[in-house]
Antibody
Framework: QVLLVQSGAEMKKPGASVKVSCKTSGYDFSSYPIHWVRQAPGQRLEWMGW????????KYSEKFQARVSITRDTSASTVYMDLTSLTSEDTAVYFC???????????????WGQGTLVTVSS | EVVLTQSPATLSVSPGERATLSCRASQSVNYNLAWYQQKPGQAPRVLIYSASTGATGSPARFSGSGSETEFTLTISSLQSEDSAVYYC?????????FGPGTRVEIK
């Protein structure tokens, strides 16, 4: 069974950084890209970027390019998303999601992690 | 960036009736469009990809059609468990983008 399990909720102050983890199991970790998508309250889903887990290459949305970093730890089958310089507008649920088949970089997402709520407040 | 618009914003349908949801793209995305269902407190779940291919585990009452800029998700006979928000997503162009969603309510 393919599983993506994310780290727990975070509360951060404006200007801080947050690191969310996504631990995977049930498949060949190195073969499937992992994406990050966020959902602010009342807003549509928003794609942030992805990582080619095999070679660590990344691609980010221009909106987040300057503040986001996606990395992976192959020994732990885990992908991380780092977001810096947080503001209240970054309050959202952050999801990791896997590409549906090996080598699919521009694709739909299946499956998804359960989501991690990041709250930014002073 | 490809902008997706969805209509209607909210759809109220009686059990057993048909529900038709629309997604329009600001430019052609060919057949590279997926539909998701999201229930409160849950992650989205893919229902349809490549505009019309049912995802594994997606009930047969969900079907997709369309190409280029006009797409439709049809729920042939609405069940109570279909109450959710439905999103379309294009993966033809970077950045990958989502529509604003259609909320389906059971009358």
């Amino acid at each position: 069974q393919v599983l993506l399990v994310q780290s727990g909720a975070e509360m951060k102050k404006p200007g801080a950084s947050v690191k969310v983890s996504c631990k995977t199991s049930g498949y060949d970790f190195s073969s499937y890209p992992i994406h990050w998508v966020r959902q602010a309250p009342g807003q549509r889903l928003e794609w942030m970027g992805w990582i080619n887990v095999g070679n660590a290459n990344t691609k980010y949305s221009e909106k987040f390019q300057a503040r986001v970093s996606i990395t992976r730890d192959t020994s732990a089958s885990t992908v991380y998303m780092d977001l810096t310089s947080l503001t209240s507008e970054d309050t959202a649920v952050y999801f990791c999601a896997r590409a549906p088949y090996s080598g699919a970089y521009s694709s739909w997402f299946d499956p998804w992690g359960q989501g991690t709520l990041v709250t930014v407040s002073s | 960036e490809v902008v997706l618009t969805q209509s209607p914003a909210t759809l109220s349908v009686s059990p057993g009736e048909r529900a038709t949801l629309s997604c329009r793209a600001s430019q052609s995305v060919n057949y590279n469009l997926a539909w998701y269902q999201q229930k409160p407190g849950q992650a989205p779940r893919v229902l349809i990809y490549s505009a019309s291919t049912g995802a594994t585990g997606s009930p047969a009452r969900f079907s997709g059609s369309g190409s280029e800029t006009e797409f439709t998700l049809t729920i042939s006979s609405l069940q109570s468990e279909d109450s959710a928000v439905y999103y379309c997503q294009q993966y033809n162009n970077w950045p990958l983008t989502f529509g604003p969603g259609t909320r389906v309510e059971i009358k």
